[in-house]
Nanobody, 126 residues
């Protein structure tokens, strides 16, 4: 079976950092484009990054310069390193991949991933 599972969310003070994890099962990360998305309450779903083999294929504007991606191939896990967080970064964060397409349009991507039980909550206190 193919599965993605996020973890690492939590509460942090403004200016702080978090590392989110996306563990993959049933496939190899390097063979597919990977993405991180997020959705804050009352806001649209937004793509943070599309990434593959060290290349940032597409990057959203809201977190630009405040995140990096790393990967542990032995664990088949991708990490989203978030830095200098602000309360506006409070959202549910999701991992997605072309290996497991939701079929949803971008505006509905977060809802689709949430429906699969995915996501990890990040809360940034001021």
């Amino acid at each position: 079976y193919v599965e993605l599972k996020e973890s690492g969310g939590g509460s942090v003070q403004a200016g702080g950092s978090l590392r989110l994890s996306c563990a993959g099962f049933g496939f190899t990360f390097d063979d597919f484009d990977m993405e991180w998305w997020r959705q804050a309450p009352g806001r649209e779903c937004e793509r943070i990054v599309r990434y593959r083999r060290g290349e940032y294929i597409k990057t959203g504007d809201s977190l630009k310069g405040r995140f990096t991606i790393s990967q542990d191939n032995d664990k088949n896990t991708m990490y989203l390193h978030l830095n200098n967080l602000t309360p506006d970064d409070t959202a549910k964060y999701y991992c997605a991949s072309d290996v497991l397409p939701t079929g949803a349009d971008p505006a509905s991507q977060c809802d689709a991933l949430d429906g699969w039980g995915q996501g990890t909550q990040v809360t940034v206190a001021s």
